[in-house]
C-alpha cells in the first residue's frame, strides 16, 4: 500500500530524447509536487499543483512539462533531455498545499542521460 | 529571499554516541521548520515538525526546538543507533508550501 508511488525506479537514455515520470498518490491529497536532487543531494522544488492546477512553477526550463490528469496524479514529461537533467526526481503530495503541512514523498525515480 | 543553512558533513559517530545537526535559517517572518530524513535509496519522510516559536518537535528520540532568536532548529537526539545513519534534511516554508532544503547532512554510525 505504498502511498506515494512513481514510475519508472530508473531512467537511463540518450541525449535529445522524450521521457516521462509518472507519480501517484493514494492519501486523498488535493496537492502534489515534483522536487529534483542533485548529485550533491541538494533539493529543489520545481513544480506544485493543487487539484490538477499549477501553483508553483520554479523557473524550470520548459522542456519540462507537468501535467496532472487528476488530482491523485502528477505526471513529468521532459523533452530533449540533456546531460544536465541526470538526477533523481522526487514526487511528494500533501493535504491541502498548506505550509505546515507534512509533505510525503515517493520513492524517487533516477535518470542517468547519456 | 529564504534559505536554510545545515553544518556540512559526514558526521561519523560511534553508536550511542550524542548527536547534534545545526540548523539555521533565513526568513522575513514565521515559517514552519521541517526535519526530513532520506535512507540509502528512499525517498524522504518527516522526521519532525515546528510550526511556531519555541515549539518543540520530536519523533524516534530525536529533538529539535524551534528558536526564533537565534534562527535555529538544531537536530538532536542522545543515543545513536546504526540504523539512524541517513541524510537529514532542515527545511522551512512561510507563506506557501514551498519547501527551502538546508543541502542536507550525512549522519553515519558505526557500531
Known amino acids: 500500500d505504498t502511498a506515494v508511488s512513481q514510475t519508472p525506479k530508473y531512467l537511463v537514455t540518450q541525449m535529445g530524447n522524450d521521457k516521462s515520470i509518472k507519480c501517484e498518490q493514494n492519501l486523498g491529497h488535493d496537492t502534489m509536487y515534483w522536487y529534483k536532487q542533485d548529485s550533491k543531494k541538494f533539493l529543489k522544488i520545481m513544480f506544485s499543483?493543487?487539484?490538477?492546477?499549477?501553483?508553483i512553477n520554479e523557473t524550470v526550463p520548459n522542456r519540462f512539462s507537468p501535467k496532472s490528469p487528476d488530482k491523485a496524479h502528477l505526471n513529468l514529461h521532459i523533452n530533449s533531455l540533456e546531460l544536465g537533467d541526470s538526477a533523481v526526481y522526487f514526487c511528494?503530495?500533501?493535504?491541502?498545499?498548506?505550509?505546515?503541512?507534512?509533505?510525503?514523498f515517493g520513492p524517487g525515480t533516477r535518470l542517468l542521460v547519456l | 529571499g529564504n534559505s536554510v543553512t545545515q553544518m556540512e558533513g559526514p558526521v561519523t559517530l560511534s553508536e550511542e554516541a550524542f548527536l547534534t545537526i545545526n540548523c539555521t535559517y533565513t526568513a522575513t517572518g514565521y515559517p514552519s521548520l521541517f526535519w526530513y530524513v532520506q535512507y540509502p535509496g528512499e525517498g524522504l519522510q518527516l522526521l519532525l515538525k515546528a510550526t511556531k516559536a519555541d515549539d518543540k518537535g520530536s519523533n524516534k528520540g530525536f529533538e529539535a526546538t524551534y528558536r526564533k532568536e537565534t534562527t535555529s532548529f538544531h537536530l538532536e537526539k542522545g543515543s545513536v543507533q546504526v540504523s539512524d545513519s541517513a541524510v537529514y534534511f532542515c527545511a522551512l516554508s512561510e507563506f506557501t508550501d514551498k519547501l527551502i532544503f538546508g543541502t542536507g547532512t550525512r549522519l553515519q554510525v558505526f557500531p
Open positions: 511528494a503530495s500533501s493535504q491541502e498545499g498548506r505550509g505546515w503541512e507534512t509533505q510525503y
Open positions: 499543483y493543487n487539484n490538477k492546477e499549477l501553483i
